[in-house]
């Protein structure tokens, strides 16, 4: 196929998760093929499990697009990232995780946001299915954004307000906008175990500090297959203690490594609020309020001794 012709790159990417790879590849062949031609990128980040095998399995490929695998031996969903947006050759690049499962209407849902407004990045709607089937009972509604949940709601519509950002489990963007916005920051994102994210709400709102049209595209639905080892409250607390060494280290930059004062008493707060929820709600209600404590701390930390290797 001409690279001219292809007006989609629906890009993989995967770092040793094997099964659930080959769960979201065996879904990806329920799709509705798009009006236009595309093609699916796979970028395997230094995977040392069976993910090389299940690729080279030809069994699971579907009819349609062309299909490529690219190996990124730079850990990091931000490298991987960064290489399929020099590897693809669609006019659009869809972003879509190893561990997800597309409504067969997502990508022509993704397309038909494109051929209406042209924008230069767009993003769909995320919902968390649990792979047990049981959710714990600390696991509060709010809470299910850190899951990657993801709704915007309404129709579909141009995103202006900083306080609604799109995913990466379920986003896109038009492939020369990174010639104006840059690449994805590598130093956020997960990195094999590390549980560090943000690049996608970074990238977000370079977007909108560069001027770029953001569209929501509400029926390209993805379902988030949220594994055993996540429902965990330790989880969430490292993801927040993560979050906060990143932005402390960061929010430092050249000055004292001393923690400025007006923090301690923030982090007393975030204490006191999680004591008097407990004392009220119980255990179970606390969690939230505990994530806020974990931030401060790793927020204090990060300014202290810098991110976590």
Known sequence: MNTADIAYTVALCTHNHAPRLACTLRALAGLIQPEQPWEFLVIDNASTDDTAAILADISWRFPGPEVRMVREEKLGLSNARN?????????????????????????RAHEGAIQQARPDALGG????????????????????GFLGKLDHGGPQRQLTDPKTPIFGGNFGFKKNVFDKIGLF????????????????TEIYHRLLDAGCRVWWAPGAIINHRIQVGKLTRRYFLDLHYREGRTEGFRARGKRSRIPPLYLYPQLWHAIWNAFVVWRSGGHNATLRKEMNIAYFVGYILGWALGCVS
């Open 185 to 200: 920051d590598a130093g956020l994102g997960r990195k094999g175990t590390d549980n560090t994210g943000g690049e996608d």
């Open 83 to 107: 290489r399929a947006i020099a590897e693809a050759r669609g006019e659009y690049i869809i972003f879509i995780d190893d561990d997800e499962t597309p409504d067969p209407e997502w990508l």
């Open 125 to 144: 709607r995320i919902d968390v299915m649990f792979e047990d089937g049981r959710r714990p009972p600390w696991l509060a509604d709010e809470l299910l």
